[in-house]
């Protein structure tokens, strides 16, 4: 409500200010020019999002100073902290990277932002850059309509550049005309109350504009037309940093928790740099001054020393925070906690995971790891009347069978329909919608062919345990011994499996239970195809009446199709594809 309430008041205000001020309007369309130049820019390096860069991303958080550099350096480069901020939540909500790797990719895109004002400060301001601009603008427009993403994403970029360019361009023509009628540094402030003010002044313009790297250009074009002094030019810097984290805090409130988390971690390092850089703001502005002189900066060449200011701002920002990270990571980790959630609600899938294929692939995975692990793992056990711990343990399987002959009344298709059926739909559906919405890789898209053929069989083997489970409680204390026994062995082999899974997944001996697996699978496939002489031998010794050889006959093949769609599950969602499917295959 208080962002669209501050919308409206915005538009207000500059439908006035262009109504009696008419010169305003070249600066207004030089912002607009340039913010959509960064829209363009965005959209163009997204499509060089989808291999190498986020595997960089992900490959770069398992070290500290690595995800700071790279995120400096990925935002520096694509001009574009928020793409950064959406891959990064997108990782952290598939489980790809962790949140301390995210907050140094998130710092390090703090720094990486300062290079906009150089770009501004060293090239846009000391050229003519309209010139430059046309000519990207007009092979960015050719490249951006070619049917090929590579070439659509090379024109994006290009005229995302040449519209960033010329948005300066008016910019700075339009402070040149506007200081003929009204000359802005009448208006300035001198000392710490000006620096307060103006840091105040820096926050309203990056919440209005959503965005720092607007704010600062707009900084820098008036700077260099002479309309603000430099003090208080150095004082609106830090206030557009620390505003940029209003955008992030309002564009997280209707976001997953990591996204939450990220954005409480950019208010809390930009306003701890902001109120560092207030503090320190007349030393900070003499070691510029030093290192201006040390670097060939002229003392009047206000514009570069502002970059340069923003900039040392910046790293002691992130030099301050390195030895805090643990505890910030506590910190977001406590208060913004993970909602507890029912078996059937998701828990890995949101909107953000579909931004990248290698994230969606990891959320889905994870997702029906924990569907299997939760709720088929527990209706199978408890459909043959076993308790899962006793699954789980070192205990004979052949006493925890013969200890477990308690009817647990299990009602599978009640189950079925409380915990599986809500979150195999999600699932499938996030699944579907990854491989019409996302460019995939013939590998991706076979990723999560397999995740959805896991899922199938998940709920194939609720159909068979609910038919299993009937006549395992109906002859569970019957009368008749070797009904008994039959049904026991049934019992065993399928809890045999789930024991074997369990171990194969939980395990570092990946290799050896998966071997078990796989002659296990051989074996049901074996008892299919020649049935069971055991079964045979009592209907023939009339040891069974003809109903209980009709259940046997129709469980044994249960129970074996049961034991394969298991393990193939195990194989498609544990399995380790380079060095253990691939060989069996």
Known sequence: MFRKSLFYIFLLALAIVLVYNPNFKTIAAGVAILLFGMIMLEEGFRVFTKGPLQNLLKKATDKLYKSIGVGALVTAFIQSSSLVSVITISFISAGLIGLSGGLGLIFGANIGTTATAWLVAGFGLKIKISALAMPMLVFGIIFSFQKKASLKGIGNVLAGLGFFFLGVHYMKEGFDVFKEYIDLTQYAVPGFLGVIIYTGVGILITTILQSSSATLALILTALSAGQIDYENALALAIGANVGTTITAVLGSLSSNVAGKRLAGAHLIFNVVTGLVALVFIYPLANLVNILSDAFGISSTDYTLKLALFHTIFNIIGVLLMIPFIKKLEIILLRFFKEEEKDIHEPKYLNESVLEFPASVISALRKESKYLFKKAIFEIVAHALNIHREDIKSDLKLKKVVKQSHEDMNTDVE????????????????????????????????????????????????????????????????????????????????????????????????????????????????????????????????????????????????????????????????????????????
């Open 414 to 585: 009640e189950l079925y329909y409380t915990k599986v059926k809500t979150i195999y739909g999600e699932i499938i559906k996030y699944a579907t919608t990854a491989q019409s919405r996302l460019k995939l890789s013939n590998r991706q898209n076979n990723q999560i062919s397999e995740i959805i053929v896991a899922n199938r069989k998940m709920v194939e083997i609720i159909r068979d345990v609910r038919e299993l489970n009937k006549n395992v409680t109906h002859y569970l204390d019957s009368d008749n011994e070797h009904i008994r026994k039959e049904y026991d062995k049934f019992r065993k082999k399928i809890a045999k499996v789930l024991r074997v899974i369990y171990l194969f997944r939980t395990q570092d001996e990946k290799e050896q239970y998966y071997s078990k697996l796989i002659a296990l699978k051989h074996e049901a496939k074996e008892a299919m195809r020649q049935g069971n002489d055991s079964i045979n031998k009592l209907i023939r010794d009339g040891l069974i009446t003809v109903e209980m050889a009709s259940s046997l006959v129709n469980d044994n093949d249960n129970v074996n199709d049961t034991i394969k769609k298991l393990i193939q599950v195990a194989e498609l969602l544990y399995g380790e594809k380079d060095s253990l499917l691939e060989k069996a295959s």
